[in-house]
């Protein structure tokens, strides 16, 4: 039944999985949970609650995404939602990124274990202060899900976007207004919008946001 519901859930996002995608996310599935009775990787452990509010809720990610993107996920944790969408965009490029060893240890098994060639796990305490150190300001998106927003994310997204890059963010309860003012420290970066996701998610009712990253010109 979960993946009927998967299958079904990805429809609605534009996704017409193949039989080698669902067997990609069943693996998933499976080791998440083997592995969650040891090391505690989340706190959703049922197969349908998995389906729901961690595939297609990362899946939706994917509508602020270009298709051959070079993508940022930050604070992945098991990860999500940038190894969803790796399965279902081979095509682009994805870096994930965790400071916890038990959460990378676990994503560079399933990365392996799910042949995926457009992967790289980092090990990595990212911050504003060494972002520039690892990367290069180059990513066409950052994605986020499992980090403090404003503290950690925004500033970090604003040294490694590149010109027109994103930053993809959901929320449960947003704060249009204390967005807009947070990111007036930020001049580069503008709220271009925040809207409910046409799935369930992580909660009843949930936003995916997207800030863009513009450099503006100097005289």
């Known amino acids: 039944m979960y993946l009927n519901q998967l299958v079904s859930g990805a429809q609605r996002l534009g996704f017409e999985l193949s039989g080698e995608q669902v ?14 009775k040891t090391y505690s990787l989340t706190t959703i452990s ?25 993508i940022l996920d930050f604070g992945t944790g098991p990860g999500f939602p940038g190894l969803p969408l790796a399965i279902v965009r081979p095509e682009s490029r994805f870096v994930l990124v965790d400071g916890r060893r038990k959460k990378t240890l676990f ?4 990365r392996r274990r ?3 060639k457009n992967v790289e796990i980092i090990h990595l305490h990212l911050s504003r202060g060494n972002a520039r150190e690892v990367f290069k300001p180059h ?3 950052v994605v986020t899900r499992a980090v403090t927003l404003l ?27 204390a967005l807009e003012s947070e990111l007036e420290k930020w001049p580069a970066l503008t709220l271009e919008k925040i809207e409910k996701t046409g799935l ?3 909660a009843p009712d949930i936003y995916l946001g997207m800030i863009r990253k513009i450099q503006h010109e100097t005289s």
């Open 114 to 116: 799910l042949g995926l």
């Open 107 to 110: 994503l560079d098994f399933m």
């Open 139 to 141: 990513f066409s998106a």
């Open 200 to 202: 369930p998610g992580r």
């Open 151 to 177: 503290r950690e994310v925004v500033p970090v997204a604003e040294a490694l976007l590149q010109d027109r890059g994103v930053l993809l963010f959901s929320d449960a309860h947003p704060d249009r207004r």
């Open 23 to 36: 067997e990609q996310f069943k693996i998933y599935l499976k080791e998440l949970q083997r592995w969650n």
């Open 46 to 70: 049922e197969p349908l609650e998995i389906v729901h509010k961690h595939f297609l809720d990362s899946l939706n990610y994917a509508a602020g995404l270009k298709e051959d993107g070079h």
